[in-house]
């Protein structure tokens, strides 16, 4: 697959130069979003967060993200969620790009945590809708507007209905699309093929899209064109083998690789109790140090734990198709 390389004006942060330069950012491939460490009290745990980084790294990723919903970004605080930010731009340091949420409540609040994600060391921005307050259509715009506008990062944005219940209109996205500093949309709608290709018809090549929903809809989501997905943290050689069969031109290949796994993918993608069973395998793995996630997302039951524990042994049989 050719590579696919977008122009944004940027500016260098903590710089005198007064003028603007292009920079050409490249975020295609796997790009899984790192969980968010804590320690038995609850407090980030940024070693474990390194280690994280490391094992994806490590693993051939393109590319990181921090403070997704699978980060648990709604339990941080902004000083916290600015905290993982400089620490993972720090640890990573420019070996692949570092994609990270900064959506908020309000204009006001997405414009100054999106300028303060990209000084502390994003190069891609992902915003959600606000949660609150039942936005139309112009509210929307103006909401993400105020992120493009606040910084000259790219802003990625997420249409994700199923988390906050506010779904992005095409008229949205037509609105959205010519401006510059605006370059991709992560779809994770009910049926996000669907949407993909009805975004792509409203506005052309103005967008690149991107999968998430911890990769659910990875083989039909390829189909379609996407530039890359952005699943979970755990198992990323098995996704980075799927996208390269897939673009290998052995689709049957990928596709029997992904229904292998299929469950895994099902059970840690599960609206919160997928997090805490996400992070009890990266604990079991010694990838991070405990397992806890912060509320409102509810720690594991010895009921989800078993059931968890038999998906993976079903997947560990040898026999498994």
């Known amino acids: ?8 004006v940027y500016h260098i942060p903590n710089s005198s130069q007064r003028g603007k330069e292009l920079l050409m950012i490249a975020l295609q491939g796997l790009v899984p979003i790192a969980p968010t460490p804590f320690d038995g009290s609850g407090q980030l745990d940024l070693d474990s967060l390194d280690s994280v980084l490391d094992r994806l790294v490590a693993a051939g990723v393109d590319g990181v993200a921090v403070l997704g919903m699978a980060s648990e970004a709604i ?17 990573l340091a420019g070996r692949v790009p570092l994609v990270a949420g900064c959506s908020h409540v309000s204009p006001e609040a997405v414009a100054g945590l999106a300028a303060a994600s990209h000084a502390a060391g994003a190069a ?25 506008d606040a910084s000259e990062a790219v802003v990625m944005i997420q249409d994700n209905p199923g988390w906050h219940g506010v779904a992005l209109s095409m008229a949205v996205y037509h609105e959205l699309a010519p401006h510059p500093n605006i370059g991709f949309a992560k779809i994770e709608t009910a049926h996000p093929p669907t949407t993909m290709a009805e975004v792509g018809e409203r506005v052309g090549n103005h967008l690149a899209m991107l999968g998430g929903q911890a990769g659910t809809w990875l083989p039909e989501e390829l189909a379609r064109g996407i530039v890359g997905t952005m699943p979970g943290a755990i198992m990323p050689e098995v996704y980075r083998k799927i996208w390269d069969l897939w673009h290998a031109g052995d689709r049957e290949a990928a596709v029997a690789l992904f229904d292998r796994h299929h469950p895994l993918i099902r059970v840690t993608s599960t609206p919160r109790l997928g997090i805490g069973m996400t992070k ?42």
Request: charged content about 25%; glycine content about 6%.
């Open 1 to 8: 697959m050719a590579e696919t390389r977008l122009r944004f």
């Open 75 to 91: 339990t941080l605080t902004d000083d916290e969620r600015l905290t993982v930010i400089r620490r993972a731009a720090g640890h």
């Open 124 to 148: 891609v921005l992902m915003v959600m809708p606000p949660s609150i307050g039942r936005p139309d259509d112009r509210a929307l715009c103006g909401y993400f507007l105020a992120a493009a």
């Open 280 to 321: 009890l395998l990266l604990a079991r793995a010694g990838v991070i140090a405990n397992p806890r996630v912060r509320g409102p997302f509810p720690q594991l039951g010895p009921a989800d734990v078993a059931d968890l524990d038999a998906v993976v042994s079903r997947l560990m049989q040898p026999d498994c198709p």
